[in-house]
């Protein structure tokens, strides 16, 4: 296998926002959806969001239920994901709850100056915390070279979780085989608001459409999974 199966969830507004212009984080789920999602993260290998999220954000991308960490442990696994993140300058906090929760590590893909920058940062990291490796994956980053080491590292499992460029960059190169969509009942209403994807040449376009393969209710909220015929395994 030359690269994870990868999957892409997001939670947007109506109108296509994943965030307001507020101060805090603009909540989209549900309780029920954030549990699913949950269920989502304790079946995959890695996760990966882009550096804004982590800047913005401060999150730490872990399994919250007991129960799925549990079950993780009896199947041989670590109880959390490894995490990656793309970041194309490498100025990155090692203090961040990313880097310093969970017990698979992370890696922190980057290329041109910012690899050495980001080496110089988590070279000054306290060696107690997970493991962080620094890779070279092209200047910019490529998606492919993302997920060709993730496929070194016996990632399967591949899930994406934003922001809207790092959304852009799988979805345009072609390279994401599943859609998680949760559409909350709402209009966020701002231009400046952060949108899903920003504007690209996307192969779903309308003469290549996504497959729609299942739509459920969760509460008000509407869950939306699309397949996309990606050159991944099926």
Same mark, same amino acid.
């Given at each position: 296998?030359?690269?994870?199966?990868?999957?892409?969830?997001?939670?947007?507004?109506?109108?296509? &926002?994943?965030?307001?212009?507020?101060?805090?984080?603009?909540?989209?789920?549900?309780?029920?959806?954030?549990?699913?999602?949950?269920?989502?993260?304790?079946?995959?290998?890695?996760?990966?969001?882009?550096?804004?999220?982590?800047?913005?954000?401060?999150?730490?991308?872990?399994?919250?239920?007991?129960?799925?960490?549990?079950?993780?442990?009896?199947?041989?696994?670590?109880?959390?994901?490894?995490?990656?993140?793309?970041?194309?300058?490498?100025?990155?906090?090692?203090?961040?709850?990313?880097?310093?929760?969970?017990?698979?590590?992370?890696?922190?893909?980057?290329?041109?100056?910012?690899?050495?920058?980001? &080496?110089?940062?988590?070279?000054?990291?306290?060696?107690?915390?997970?493991?962080?490796?620094?890779?070279?994956?092209?200047?910019?980053?490529?998606?492919?070279?993302?997920?060709?080491?993730?496929?070194?590292?016996?990632?399967?499992?591949?899930?994406?979780?934003?922001?809207?460029?790092?959304?852009?960059?799988?979805?345009?190169?072609?390279?994401?085989?599943?859609?998680?969509?949760?559409?909350?009942?709402?209009?966020?209403?701002?231009?400046?608001?952060?949108?899903?994807?920003?504007?690209?040449?996307?192969?779903?376009?309308?003469?290549?459409?996504?497959?729609?393969?299942?739509?459920?209710?969760?509460?008000?909220?509407?869950?939306?999974?699309?397949?996309?015929?990606?050159?991944?395994?099926?």
């Amino acid at each position: 296998m030359d690269r994870p199966y990868t999957i892409l969830s997001c939670a947007v507004s109506v109108d296509g &926002r994943i965030d307001d212009t507020g101060p805090d984080r603009l909540r989209l789920s549900n309780e029920a959806d954030f549990a699913e999602v949950d269920e989502l993260r304790a079946r995959c290998d890695a996760i990966l969001v882009g550096a804004g999220t982590l800047r913005g954000d401060d999150p730490r991308l872990l399994v919250r239920s007991e129960r799925l960490r549990a079950r993780r442990r009896e199947e041989g696994r670590t109880e959390n994901l490894l995490k990656a993140v793309l970041t194309r300058t490498g100025d990155l906090d090692p203090g961040a709850r990313f880097f310093t929760t969970g017990d698979a590590g992370a890696v922190v893909y980057t290329g041109g100056e910012g690899t050495a920058r980001a &080496r110089a940062r988590f070279a000054d990291a306290p060696a107690a915390g997970p493991p962080v490796d620094v890779v070279d994956a092209g200047d910019p980053p490529a998606v492919r070279a993302v997920q060709a080491d993730l496929a070194a590292r016996g990632v399967r499992r591949l899930l994406v979780e934003g922001g809207g460029h790092v959304h852009t960059l799988f979805l345009t190169a072609g390279l994401v085989d599943e859609l998680r969509l949760a559409v909350a009942p709402f209009f966020v209403g701002r231009a400046d608001a952060p949108r899903f994807v920003h504007p690209g040449d996307f192969p779903a376009g309308p003469d290549a459409p996504m497959r729609l393969v299942e739509t459920r209710a969760i509460g008000d909220m509407a869950v939306l999974r699309y397949r996309l015929d990606a050159d991944g395994p099926a």
